[in-house]
């Protein structure tokens, strides 16, 4: 199975909002309500920010929400901070197999 | 609070193996299900595989680059986790990140280590 497929990069000035987008078919986005979302920083650990394509793990700030529609799932971030801009992985079930998107950096102008 | 510390990372040559071990801690290890995710340089997440509890058998699913070649197994007695590699191969180069899966976040990953690098190259 292929990776799912996010922009490379998507940009917003502080305070704004922003959206990105996560592809994929109907055996892994569209097939199942388990979509999540990692934050990673340059040199760091990957963190978990959304989980069950809408659910945020404790201590994650509200600006961070998640969303699907058919095989798309999206994270937005709203109210854009400095200290969010990061790589941005999601991450789908498919049955047996797990699959990743190939990842967007988020840049704060 | 939970860490997770790999470590046996290092350089190998296209063919070899090498060994990778994760040390769980500040969880119940046996009860959580484990994964391996790994992050070629510069490049992004590629689930490895995973390991469910011994309550359930035990039983592993791999990715299909890595399905023959690699192995995941748990030791619950020592609360460790282990990625042995064979047939390695360039593209196999990365960095290698132990996760819990689905402990607090159900179809995710929790918590993650720090990482070990395995570089294979002639």
């Known amino acids: 199975q292929s990776a799912l497929t996010q922009p490379p990069s998507a940009s917003g000035s502080p305070g704004q909002s922003v959206t990105i987008s996560c592809t994929g078919t109907?055996?892994?986005?569209?097939?199942?309500?388990?979509v999540s979302w990692y934050q990673q920083h340059p040199g760091k650990a990957p963190k978990v920010m959304i989980y069950?394509?809408?659910k945020r793990p404790s201590g994650v700030p509200d600006r961070f929400s998640g969303s699907k529609s058919g095989n798309t799932a999206s994270l937005t971030v709203s109210g854009l901070q400095a200290e969010d801009e990061a790589d941005y992985y999601c991450?789908?079930?498919?049955?047996?197999?797990?699959?990743f998107g190939g990842g967007t950096k988020l840049t704060v102008l | 609070e939970v860490h997770l510390v790999e470590s046996g990372g290092g350089l190998v040559k296209p063919g070899g193996s090498l060994r990778l071990s994760c040390a769980a801690s500040?969880?119940?290890?046996?009860?959580?299900?484990m994964s391996w995710v790994r992050q070629a340089p510069g490049k992004g997440l590629e689930w490895v595989g995973r390991?469910?509890?011994?309550?359930?058998?035990?039983?592993?699913d791999y990715a299909a680059p890595v399905k023959g070649r690699f192995t995941i197994s748990r030791d619950d007695s020592k609360n460790t986790l282990d990625l042995r590699m064979n047939s390695l191969k360039t593209e196999d180069t990365a960095v290698y990140y132990c996760?819990?899966?689905?402990?607090?976040?159900?179809?995710?990953?929790?918590?993650w280590g720090q990482g070990t690098l395995v570089t294979v190259s002639s």
């Open positions: 390991i469910n509890t011994n309550t359930y058998g035990g039983t592993t």
């Open positions: 069950e394509v809408t």
């Open positions: 109907s055996s892994d986005v569209g097939g199942y309500n388990y």
């Open positions: 996760t819990t899966y689905s402990i607090t976040v159900a179809g995710g990953f929790d918590y």
């Open positions: 991450c789908s079930y498919a049955g047996n197999n797990l699959l």
């Open positions: 500040g969880f119940t290890f046996s009860n959580a299900w």
